[in-house]
């Protein structure tokens, strides 16, 4: 086909008054193909930020426009469909666009992706932003997928039509990257940078009138400049969906592709995760032998590379659940799942999308919560971070085998039925059932909204982009590392400082020699512990604790394992003064709790006193790493502070019902 | 009648929109406005939401939405073939 590139090839636009680097943002509907667009221009010099006193991240890279001149700064701005915006990151790309005084970003000029193949949907926003009067160049995106299926666009035509430059675009030959430059500078050179014609407020009458023109002039201008053979590309998106939405294909196939991502983040991750933890155990071990012993050291190796550890043993869970999210959004099936999943949904107040995130949950909140980006409505979206923490995560995993080791081996229900495969389905059952109770009580109080409409784009299939899959990855990760991991590691140390002070025997550890130094005798261990803080605050909080059936030496673990609810296997392992391991399945651990005592002489470890435990550690959020992941995305403290006190009250209900209504009927 | 109650793969065009504000205007900004040619191409497993193609695009809207949508039959090249209602 005749593609038409804009032939104004003036090398000297550039102007004298260009002196500063332009600001160029890179504006379009979601799907249209602005990422692929940006690092087409970009190329590798770009930069992840946050919007100024928000979580949405912000993109900018620098865009050479001409040899002789700065670098263009790019900003490639969140997808939208039109200039009212509905979601904060819609709200921030309308902010930046229209030039409104709450942002610093002022863009010179706009280019707008508008994708070749759906030209009717995509030219809204493009005769939108015309129409405020801003610097706008129109650059259409995957121009050959639009050829191949035989769709010819008259860009001269479709220019002249719009009163705006118009640039075919591929982003694979980076063809249409010089026009798109020399357009650009043109269209700043004429414009007088100072003026910003604001769309002036209008009522509700004019603005659909104008609505009207809009789509009236989309209507003409596609039937003048697109002439549409057979359209092989629609006919294969529409034939996909025939299965891929067939009521009963899809949702089996839906089926596969959450048990997929759940076996990968639940099993597959664990092999790289387990490697982490053991090249920072050994890293611990390898600073013990070659530091003096002391507070130093432990200050190092249980605080800081602790820490560290932590935090990136989650990047493996975070790496591949990020890699299948875009692989899914970029393909466009997290639509398709969504609109299957959304009637299901709603029975709970709940968006279809918000299925992605509370599957993650089982695996790990962390990701499951930075997964919830892809929901737009921000109800929405606050309710699904606050009920993930409920779905029954790995690190809950190892005790419920402790639990069920001590004290379920070997029973049976009905002559056949594990007792232990049913007590962790009821496990599994009970998270869900109680996340999905939270999430209708919030939706119909705290998060109470006005019914919202809901328009969902079914966006053609496209092949994913390995360049913009890995940066998404990358970007998720990054932003996981740089700030949940900086809490993780202060709230470790502060942990660590708990259990380590104040000291009890720390003069005596000076005389093991260095090289058996990392074999603490366990009995210090237990004392130090023991009269540490943390061991006060066991006792301390023993009064509160006693109705769920705990007493104080449980209390100590509930405080170490603020930060990590797996923990708390080896500090009872500390607290009973045996070696552990922390699979749960340590003989000697087992042992000690079958034959810990309260005063009175009665066990403290009984299969009631177990259940109570397991419903506590289910239903309360002692995870600092998901606290720190919400921090960070609802940027605020209160929804934090909200989910860690109502979680908490939820785990005291749930774990004081448990043992009272056990006792109640006549379990013990 | 409504967009919710048309017959499958059956081509309509919007004659009006029964509800105001915000989701009006989020409506109409997707491409269903007044003199808009739908069709309704099949719905999700518990028939809810509606896979609706409008302006050779396809999209995802929900029957209480779609129920405020007026719209009278017409053939494939949007000829009414019954008088608006």
Request: hydrophobic share 50%.
């Amino acid at each position: 086909m005749s593609i038409t590139f804009v032939e104004s090839r003036q090398e000297s636009t550039a102007p004298a008054t260009l002196r500063r680097p332009l600001v160029v943002a890179v504006a379009g509907n979601p799907n249209a193909g602005k990422t692929t667009l940006f690092n087409a221009l970009t190329g590798l010099k770009q930069k992840v930020a946050n919007y100024p006193g928000v979580t949405v991240e912000s993109k900018t890279g620098r865009w050479s426009l001409a040899p002789e001149l700065a670098p263009a700064q790019l900003i490639d701005l969140p997808g939208l469909y039109s200039l009212n915006a509905t979601s904060v990151d819609e709200e921030i790309a309308r902010d930046i666009l229209v030039g409104s005084a709450s942002t610093p970003l002022k863009p010179d000029a706009i280019i707008v992706a508008v994708d070749a193949t759906n030209l009717a949907r995509n030219l809204y926003l493009a005769i939108q932003l015309i129409e405020t009067k801003r610097p706008v160049v129109l650059a259409l995106t995957m121009f050959d997928v639009a050829e191949r299926g035989h769709i010819k666009i008259d860009a001269v035509k479709l220019s002249s039509a719009l009163g705006v430059p118009v640039i075919p675009f591929v982003a694979k030959e980076r063809r249409g990257a010089h026009e798109l430059a020399q357009a650009v500078l043109t269209i700043v050179a004429e414009q007088d940078c100072g003026a910003v014609n604001i769309e002036t407020p209008l009522d509700a009458r004019s603005r659909e009138s104008r609505l009207i023109q809009r789509y009236a002039l989309i209507e003409r201008v596609v039937s003048e400049v697109v002439e549409v053979g057979d359209t092989p590309n629609r006919t294969i998106s529409e034939r996909i969906d025939r299965i891929v939405i067939h009521r009963v294909f899809g949702p089996l196939l839906l089926l596969l592709v959450m048990a997929l991502v759940f076996q990968t983040i639940f099993s597959w991750a664990n092999l790289p995760m387990n490697l982490i933890d053991r090249v920072f155990g050994m890293l611990s071990a390898a600073v013990r032998t070659h530091l003096p012993p002391g507070i130093l050291t432990d200050l190092v190796t249980d605080g800081a590379i602790a820490g560290v550890g932590s935090v990136l043993v989650f990047v493996p869970q975070i790496f591949l659940l990020f890699l299948f999210i875009s692989l899914l959004e970029d393909s466009g099936y997290m639509a398709r799942a969504a609109f299957l999943m959304d009637r299901l949904m709603r029975c709970f107040g709940l968006p279809g999308k918000s299925f992605m995130p509370l599957l993650s949950g089982f695996a790990c909140a962390v990701p499951g919560i930075m997964a919830t980006r892809t929901i737009e409505n921000p109800k929405d979206r606050l309710a699904t971070i606050l009920i993930t923490p409920f779905m029954s995560c790995s690190a809950r995993l190892p005790i419920y085998s402790l639990m069920i080791a001590t004290l379920f081996s070997g029973r049976k229900v009905f002559g056949f039925i594990s007792t232990g495969v049913l007590v962790i389905l009821v496990m599994y059952l009970l998270g869900i059932v109680v996340a999905l109770l939270v999430a209708a009580i919030l939706n119909r109080t705290l998060l109470k909204a006005p019914k919202s409409t809901f328009v969902m784009e079914l966006p053609p299939y496209r092949v994913p982009i390995l360049r913009n899959v890995a940066q998404a990855i990358t970007v998720s990760v990054g932003s996981f590392v740089k700030r949940a991991g900086t809490v993780i590691l202060a709230v470790s140390i502060l942990l660590w400082a708990l259990a380590a002070f104040p000291r009890t025997s720390g003069e005596s550890a000076v005389n093991t020699p260095a090289t058996l130094s990392t074999e603490v005798d366990p009995h210090e261990r237990s004392a130090q512990i023991r009269n540490s803080y943390a061991g006060r605050m066991g006792r301390l909080i023993e009064p509160a604790i006693a109705p769920l059936g705990f007493d104080w030496r449980i209390g100590i673990g509930l405080i170490t394992s603020f930060a990590a609810r797996e923990t708390i296997v080896s500090t009872l392992g500390i607290v009973y003064n045996v070696d552990s391991e922390s699979n749960g399945q340590s003989a000697s651990l087992i042992n000690a709790l079958l034959h810990a005592r309260r005063d009175d002489g009665s066990p403290i470890w009984t299969p009631l006193v177990g259940l109570s435990f397991m419903v506590f550690f289910l239903l309360a959020c002692q995870c600092m790493s998901t606290i720190a992941v919400v921090r960070r995305e609802t940027n605020s403290f209160r929804w934090p502070l909200f989910m860690f006190f109502y979680m908490l009250a939820i785990a005291y209900a749930g774990s004081l019902i448990t043992y009272h209504g056990g006792r109640l009927l006549g379990f013990s | 009648m409504t967009l919710d109650s048309i017959p499958k793969k059956a081509d309509a065009r919007v004659v009006a929109i029964d509800t105001l504000g915000n989701g009006r205007l989020r409506l109409m900004e997707m491409g269903i406005v007044p003199g808009a040619v739908v069709r309704v191409v099949n719905s999700a497993p518990f028939g809810d939401p509606l896979h609706i193609f409008v302006k050779n695009y396809h999209l995802a809207l929900r029957r209480e939405d779609a129920r405020s949508v007026y719209v009278t039959l017409c053939d494939k090249r949007g000829a009414l073939s019954q008088p608006p209602e």
